[in-house]
């Protein structure tokens, strides 16, 4: 008796058609899209120096997007992720402009941040609140924390050995951007690579079975709050050296942003499907707009407004693209 | 032989509920074990104290003569059992070799993935299963029959002793299920203890050695499948005698209800056929011959690129399926957890869904008389539950079914899209159902199922239609005289 369960699929997996790829690699031509529109809008969109600043201004968003996406890809939301970044940027420029080591107070922070996301993670798992609260209330709780460190001044006389993170290194390379590159690569191994990262696709995937398979899926929901938490905080840290100053209004919206530029990168918001790779170029997209902008000299009101209509276009886009079979 | 495991006085209750009382069950080293009863008479509970995702409120579970406690599913897993869902629990969006060894990725220590070897290692798997099957397909491409032997892998590469299946073949066509013989029959050649429940009394005496009968929650009996015949077995399930009801057929011409004309998608190519009023017919093929395609797409759930529709002989357009739904017809689809029930709204919201306008006034809902409807179909039905606000999820897998056939009921439709009817649900309600089919169609309502099953094709329907690849190739407008031929068609075109 023939058995037809061995099916066409496996063929079309090993050989894709062209439109596979296109289905694939849909953000990609997106991507593609706009760099085109760039360069045909302003002649200094493709410029060495434009592109360096493309990238600086990505970072900060960019990094909290990789925790975010770890956040997503386990069905769950992560709201706090600016008000965090502005705690943790208050909390190292405190230490430091009071007199501390910068790496000893750059370690402390990034503690503080692992710790604020998994203040996140135990409440959303342990109490089954929604982690659309949970992250809420931390969002609230950390931003007015972020103002009482110093009754809502900015903090000024940070030290060059600090300072110098938000800086170029070999000319004029941003340091922030090699940080949010290296830290992308990172992501993608984890996540591609390694059982934890296989494992954080299955739970987001189905919960359920994820669970009957041994897996304890709290504690990896949990470890990705952390790492939200954590990378908040590297943002905060970058952020505040690159300004050089410490601002308790710091990240406030960002959170949005972040989440837009995630989904944008194609990250499903029920979990278990998504990757680093789309969210890193969804994050270079939503600056590219922002950016496209600037060199027209545009008003930021404008801006919002296409970022929204640009986004929802781009959605709609993608999912045109992905079920035209 | 030696017993294996023994489970001793077992009980196990819910709120409101007694699901198990007091339950011996017994394996013998290398046998298959069937455990049988009807929906809601306490299987999946009894298996899942087993795999360790309910706990016991009593009694006693010993592994090879000794005394173990198993509170977690790592626990059953370590003591060498394995437990395949009745409802299916891979992760789609993973590939089948990850699904295989979603729980350690055969590296117990964590750190990175060796994909080649797991790919490899899958690969042995389903080769000492008789499949040749890249293990690197993504599994929601996978046919359900695919995922079904995935699970069987998956329990293997536990490096388990016992595997414990809760209604493998509900959702696989003929001759999956067959390989699904084939797969057991090695396994217990292989010294594997096998767990296989199922209502298709046929398959146990196709691949059991002993079974066990379960009825609300208490052991009825253990014996060997050759002491024991069917009409006995059916005894034991229900606790009484049932006697097969003859087809009475109504050959009375109606007018036509349904009129479809040249449907065509991507799944199913220029169907024609219409259903009278008071007709059942009985549309039968293959798993991906667009059985289930075509009657969503004449739900309005999925696009039709062209063709036309006629209901009550006027044209119309029927886009959606909430057109469907206010021009009468009703849908139960083939697979309930995922598009028949919500899972945590109550059986009552469930039920009434399609139904709320005819329930309501000015928007309130008139509770009193949805009650009372409610009551009637449970009793009607038999649905087992202790409650109306019990949600879907608390409910045995074949009881949910029954609540989804109940929504159109409460909704009369006039046209039933019926998608695996039958599936999961035991003998007893299973003859339900068709007096309740018959009854429909004494009413004039016309009822147009997909099954697999055979016989109950033969049993209820008017006239059958085969579906093969998209098409309608064949109709037979009196079935029963041609079981063997609608079964060669269906196969080979
Ligand atoms: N989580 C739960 N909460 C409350 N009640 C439950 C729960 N799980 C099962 N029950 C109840 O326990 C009883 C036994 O259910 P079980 O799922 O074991 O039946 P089953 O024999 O597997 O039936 P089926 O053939 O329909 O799958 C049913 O009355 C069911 O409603
Ligand atoms: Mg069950």
Known sequence: MTVNIERNEEREARFPSFKVILKKYNLFFIFLGFIIIGSLLSDQFLSVQNILNLLQQSSFVGIISIGMTFVILVAGIDLSVGAVLALTGMLATLMISSGMNPAAAIAITLVVGAALGFVNGFISTKFKVPAFIATLAMMVSARGLAFLTTDGNPIYDLPPSFTALGGNVFGKIPLTAIIWIVLTIVAVIVLKYTTFGRKIYAVGGNAESARLSGIPVEKYVTWCFIISGTLAAVAGILMSAWLTVGQPTAGTGLELDVIAAVVLGGTSLFGGKGSIGGTFIGVLIMSMIVNIFNLLGLSSYYQSVFMGVIIVLALIMNQYISNKK | ?493
């Not at chain 2, 339950?23 to 069937?34: N, P, R, Y």
């Not at chain 2, 029959?185 to 010294?191: P, V, Y």
């Not at chain 2, 206010?326 to 919500?342: F, Q, S, W, Y």
């Open chain 2, 1 to 493: 032989m030696s017993n294996i495991l023994e489970m001793k006085q077992v009980s196990k209750s819910f709120p409101g509920v007694k699901a198990l009382q007091k339950v011996d069950f017994s394996l013998e080293k290398g046998e298959v074990h069937c455990l049988i009863g009807a929906n809601g008479a306490g299987k999946s509970t009894l298996m899942k104290i087993l795999a360790g995702v309910y706990t016991k409120d009593e009694g006693e579970i010993l592994l090879e003569g000794k005394s173990v406690a198993i509170k977690t599913p790592s626990d059953s897993k370590e003591l060498g059992i394995s437990t395949i869902y009745q409802e299916l629990s891979l992760v789609e969006e993973l590939t089948l070799a990850e699904n295989i060894y979603l729980g350690n990725y055969l590296n117990p220590n964590g750190g990175f993935i060796k994909w080649k070897q797991l790919n490899e290692e899958a690969k042995k798997i389903f080769s000492l299963l008789g499949l040749s099957i890249a293990p690197s397909l993504q599994t929601s491409s996978a046919s359900m029959g695919l995922k079904q032997m995935t699970e069987i892998a998956k329990a293997i590469a536990s490096d388990c002793k016992i595997i414990v299946m809760d209604e493998p073949s509900t959702a696989l066509s003929g001759d999956e299920v067959e390989k699904l013989y084939e797969v057991i029959r090695l396994l217990k050649g292989k010294g594997y203890t096998i767990v296989y429940i199922s209502h298709k009394l046929e398959e146990l005496y196709a691949v059991g050695d002993r079974v066990t009968v379960l009825r609300n929650g208490e052991w009825v009996i253990t014996d060997r499948l050759e002491n024991i015949s069917q009409p006995e077995l059916i005894q034991h399930i229900t606790g009484r005698k049932i006697e097969k009801k003859e087809k009475v057929h109504h050959t009375t011409h109606r007018e036509e209800f349904l009129d479809v004309k040249n449907f065509s998608n991507k799944k199913i190519h220029d169907v024609s056929f219409s259903v009278k009023k008071g007709e059942i017919v009985g549309l039968y093929g293959l798993v991906g011959s667009g059985r289930t395609e075509l009657l969503r797409a004449i739900f309005g759930a999925d696009p039709i690129d062209s063709g036309e529709i006629y209901i009550d002989g006027s044209k119309k357009n029927i886009s959606s399926p909430q057109k469907a739904v206010d021009h009468g017809m009703g849908l139960v689809p083939e697979n309930r957890k995922t598009e028949g029930a919500i899972l945590d709204l109550s059986i009552s919201e469930n039920a009434f869904l399609p139904s709320l306008r005819a329930y309501s006034n000015r928007s309130f809902v008139k509770r009193k008389q949805m009650k009372a409807v409610m009551q009637e179909m449970i009793e009607k039905l038999n649905i087992k539950t202790s409650s109306k606000e019990v949600p879907m999820r608390n409910l045995s897998g074949g009881n949910q079914q029954k609540v989804i056939i109940s929504k159109w009921l409460i909704h009369q439709s006039r046209l039933l899209l019926f998608d695996e009817p039958t599936q999961g649900i035991d003998i007893g309600a299973k003859d339900e159902i068709y007096t309740i089919m018959k009854e429909l169609s004494e009413d004039g309502k016309s009822i147009l199922m997909a099954t697999s099953e055979i016989e109950e094709l033969l049993a209820v329907c008017d006239r059958v239609l085969i579906m093969f690849n998209g098409r309608l190739i064949k109709e037979f407008s009196t079935p029963a005289n041609y079981k063997s031929e609608i079964m060669n068609i269906a196969v080979s075109g």
